[in-house]
């Protein structure tokens, strides 16, 4: 090649990644509401194809679909997060008073083992003044939560705008992924059906099963009386999404405290139900729910999640594990190639 030639393709790379960066930091802050299209464009298809039967205009159709997705989903979601908000407030302001007062102090000291614990850790860490700078760190994040709702609601809507054209021009977006992925038709096939299988996995399988859980953690909590039952349930199915924790860092330690109150017959009703129901669904739900779409051993899927909530927030829940499955189906379809390779070196 000529040095002109050469001069002008390394000016054309360097041009091209340069823009190519500016493009990736321009699309950077719509990743996560993209992700949530993407994810509810692959489960509310269904939905749309029956709605595409009966309305004929496909604008009106993917309109429609949008509007019965997000009654479905953002309304309980945005009204579960109003009142988890209200229940920490109000718990925050709870825990205050009860520091103040001495609630605490007067459980611990129905339990001698207890206290002698407590005593010597408070001689080295206040922990009343421990606990209320925790409980105004708490309620300073709260307000940081409120803050961010504009925020949210923004995104939701971005999220709503993307799904629009997902139903609309599916075949028109598939096709132009396939002529842009440098792979055989085959290959293009088996890496969207494993994101597919992954995001339809994550969210049946793990979120709902976590979800159930939550609510049947916090069903118990609320039947037991125990303060802000929603918001432990939400808690609850959170924790339950990420495997090697789960509802039982919430559940058991409600237990111990009940039982440290003295309430011996709800402490035992709750580590009964615990132990017996809501660690056990996960094990009879999740295989009914995703079955073999996915074969993820656990170690990677952990380390999916927890490094995909680390980097991407609560987008990561999706995120992680779909880059997880992504990254190992290409490697797969690498080394598919490569033993094509050495086959057709040894046979010529």
């Known amino acids: 090649m000529p040095a002109r030639d050469r001069l002008s393709f390394s000016i054309l790379l360097a041009a091209t990644v340069v823009v ?15 992700t949530w299209a993407v994810v509810l464009a692959v489960l509310g298809w269904p939905l749309h194809i029956r709605i595409r039967r009966r309305i004929v205009n496909r604008n009106l159709a993917a309109l429609a679909s949008v509007l ?179 509802s039982i860092f919430v559940w058991a330690p409600a237990a111990a405290w009940l039982a440290i109150s003295g309430h011996w017959v709800k402490a035992i009703i709750l580590a009964v139900w615990g132990s017996a129901v809501i660690g056990t669904i996960d094990n009879i739900l999740y295989p009914l729910l995703v079955g073999r779409d996915v074969r993820i051993h656990t170690l990677l899927l952990f380390i999916a999640l927890l490094g995909g909530v680390l980097l991407f927030g609560a987008t990561g829940l999706v995120l992680g594990p779909v880059l997880m499955e992504t990254g190992l189906s290409l490697i797969e379809i690498v080394r598919a190639r490569t033993e094509t390779s050495d086959e057709s070196l040894e046979v010529g």
């Open 20 to 34: 190519a960066g500016l493009c990736i930091a321009i699309a950077l802050p719509f990743v996560p509401p993209l």
């Open 68 to 246: 019965l997705v997000a009654l479905i989903i953002l309304t309980p979601v945005i009204w579960i997060s109003i009142r988890a908000s209200e229940e920490v407030s109000s718990g925050v302001k709870q825990i205050e008073a009860d520091v103040k007062s001495g609630v605490f102090q007067a459980a611990l000291d129905r339990h001698p083992r207890l206290v002698r614990g407590y005593n010597w850790l408070n001689d080295r860490v206040d922990l009343g003044s421990a606990g209320l700078a925790a409980a105004s760190s708490l309620k300073g994040q709260v307000g940081h939560l409120i803050g961010k709702s504009i925020r949210t609601i923004i995104e939701a809507f971005i999220c709503l705008f993307m799904l629009f054209f997902f139903f609309r021009d599916r075949a028109e977006i598939l096709h132009a992924v396939r002529m842009r992925l440098p792979l055989s038709a085959a290959e293009i096939q088996l890496l969207l059906g494993r994101v597919k299988n992954m995001i339809r996995a994550t969210v049946f399988g793990r979120m709902l099963t976590a979800i159930v859980q939550g609510v049947l953690g916090g069903l118990m909590f609320w039947i037991l009386g125990i303060e802000a039952a929603l918001l432990w349930t939400v808690v609850m199915a959170v924790l339950s999404m990420i495997p090697a924790l789960g």
